[in-house]
């Protein structure tokens, strides 16, 4: 056998994924008898192959498959919390019913409601009408989109007596703590 067999056989089992025997291939270029600086680059030649070999297995080793990405971060939906302002003093009542207290300077009620399909924009008008100055309540349409209230008070003369703004009411803030925010008048 000659030497050009014995590296192609050592090239032949590492590109199959064998492990060669190296102490049994070295031997065996040992024993054909060469010059020695043949035999000298022969056993570096296969000592070059044993490097390649030992690459493969510590990449092979990192080459672990990667963690699995963690699963994308989800925003939480913008939530919207329920907010009072005004100059007057408004309540929940039997189911949605928005309550408050009567007053005598007060003639008539505008009442406004304003939905806001998309969490950045801006409320629209849904619906508006009047009072009488008499009433203390109205029921309110919760649903999912939040809903802005506009209860407004006037007086005979239509000047604007008592105000209040309530934002951000849905099925789900209704019962929650409402946040209460200074009004200028």
């Known amino acids: 056998m000659d030497l050009d ?7 032949a089992l590492l590109a199959a994924g064998g492990d ?16 020695p600086a043949t ?8 000592e070059r192959l044993g490097a390649v070999q030992r690459a493969r297995t510590l990449i092979g080793r990192r080459a672990t498959p990667a963690p699995a ?13 329920a907010t009072v302002t005004g100059n007057m003093d408004v309540r929940r009542g039997q189911g949605s019913t928005l ?7 007060v003639a008539s009620w505008e009442l406004r409601l304003s939905e806001r399909p998309d969490p950045r924009g801006d409320y629209e008008l849904r619906e508006s ?9 109205v029921e309110l349409p919760l649903g999912d989109v939040p809903l802005r209230v506009h209860l407004l008070g006037r007086n005979r003369g239509g000047r604007l007596v008592r105000r209040t703004i309530v934002s951000g ?13 200074a009004s200028a008048s």
């Open 39 to 46: 035999q000298r680059d022969a056993l570096r030649g296969l």
């Open 99 to 105: 309550v408050w207290p009567a007053e005598p300077a």
């Open 169 to 181: 009411l849905t099925r789900e803030t209704w019962p929650e703590r409402w946040q209460r925010r």
């Open 69 to 81: 990405p963690a699963a994308p971060l989800r925003r939480t939906p913008l939530r919207t919390r």
């Open 20 to 35: 060669p025997d190296w102490k049994g291939l070295r031997d065996r270029i040992r024993a054909l008898g060469l010059a």
């Open 5 to 11: 067999a014995i590296l192609d056989e050592a090239r």
């Open 129 to 137: 009408g009047e009072l009488p100055g008499e009433a203390t309540s």
